[in-house]
C-alpha cells in the first residue's frame, strides 16, 4: 500500500495519521511472519497451563516475542518471578539501542517526553525495521501518530493470533509449533539483509553469521551478544578506515 505524498491533505490531522499507521499493517510481510510467531506462542502458553487472559495481557506488556516465551518457560519450569523478570529484562536490553535509533527520526522541537513513551514501548524488531521503511514517507510532525497506528495495528494483529494459537492449541503439534516460531528470527534476517544500504551493514550482517557458530563454543549463554558486538565492532572499524582513504 502507497502512502500519500508528504505534502497531501491526507496528513492534516494525528487521527489520519494514526490511521494511515493502522493501514500500512496489511502492507508488510512481516505482520504474516508475526502473527504465525503469535499463533506459536498462544499455543506455547496454552501448553504451560496458563490462562488465556494472562496470555493476553503477557503480549500487550512484554510486547516482544523471544523475551515472551522466555516468560512463558521459565515460569512454566517452576523458576520464581524475580528470575523470570530478569531474565525477561536481560533479553529486552537489545531492543535499547533500536528504540534510541529510531526515536530521533520522529523528534521534533515541540515533542515532549510523554509523547514518546508509548512509541518506546511499541518499538520492537518488526516496528523497528517498519521505521526504516515507512518514516521517510511521513511528514515528521505525524510520524509519532503513524508509528503509534502501525504499533497499535501489530499488537492487535498479535493479540488476535494469540488467541486463535492458544484455542487450537489442542491439535497444534509441537514440531509445528516450533517450525512456527522459527520463521521469526529467518524473516528478520531476510530484512535485515534487505535494508542494509552501507558496506559497514553487510559486514556486520556477515561476520555476525559467520561468528556466532564460533561464539557458542564458550558456552556463555551470550552467543548472540558476543558475535554481535565483535562484527559490529570490525564493521565500525571497517567504516572508518574506509571513510578515511575516501577523505
Known sequence: MALPPLDSPQWQTSFRAFFWGVRSVGSTILALVLFATYLGIGALAHDTGFSLAWTLASTVFVWAGPAQIILVSTLGSGATIL???IAVTVSAIRLFPMVVSVLP?????????????LVAHLTAVTLWVECHRFLPQVPRERRIAFIQGLGCGLVFL???ANTVGYLLAANLSQLFAAAIL???????????ARNCRELADGVALALGLALYPVATLLDSGLDILVSGVVAGSIAY???????KAIA
Open 182 to 192: 522459527m520463521l521469526t528470527p529467518l524473516a528478520f534476517l531476510f530484512s535485515t
Open 105 to 117: 527520526m520522529m523528534r521534533t522541537p515541540q515533542t515532549k517526553r510523554r509523547h514518546l513513551i
Open 83 to 85: 528470575q523470570s523478570a
Open 237 to 243: 572499524g571497517v567504516h572508518r578506515l574506509r571513510a
Open 158 to 160: 498479535s493479540v488476535v
